[in-house]
């Protein structure tokens, strides 16, 4: 070639198809599946049971990756989400449990303490500039040690 040039070839489907990003996931999720399946396929992996079982769990963790999504795209971390998560768990149980209140009123309220934890999250790193990262980790370990000592403290 002229000037020491070299000339592209144009990629053929499969070089194409093998450099999409998504493919490496969909080929994780069929090998994991594959391989579930071919251990534990007799013990009810592969059985109308056993996939409810397994998409319910997907589901749930599926919601919850959307909003960790929404953030890693815009570019922050919210880390205190486990901690919320069994924090308004925990809340909605001793409601429930301990102070007889009506399941739907325990749903509300959980719910408007983890908006609250997560206005309260957005607006320190928005005013203080501090890292989504350091902000939403000690939000974990308060939202942690919140849910053990006020568990501890209201069941003895």
């Known amino acids: 070639m002229a000037g020491g040039e070299e000339r592209l070839k144009p990629l053929t489907p499969l070089q194409r198809l093998l450099q999409r990003p998504d493919l490496a996931a969909i080929g994780g999720v069929v090998l994991v599946f594959a391989v579930f399946a071919v251990v534990a396929g007799n013990q009810g992996f592969l059985s109308i049971r056993g996939t409810i079982n397994y998409l319910e769990v997907a589901a749930l963790l599926g919601i919850n990756s ?3 999504a929404l953030l890693m ?6 880390l205190s989400v486990g901690s919320m998560i ?6 909605i149980a001793i409601m429930v449990a301990e102070l007889e209140w009506p399941l739907w009123v325990a749903i509300l309220l959980a719910f408007a303490f983890a908006v609250l934890v997560g206005w309260f999250n957005a607006a320190l790193v928005l005013r203080t500039g501090l890292p989504s990262f350091i902000v939403t980790l000690a939000s974990l370990f308060i939202l942690r040690g919140l849910t053990i000592g006020v568990t501890r403290w209201l069941t003895g």
């Open 66 to 68: 959307v909003a960790v």
């Open 73 to 78: 795209i815009a570019g922050e971390f919210d």
């Open 86 to 91: 069994g924090a308004a768990g925990m809340a």
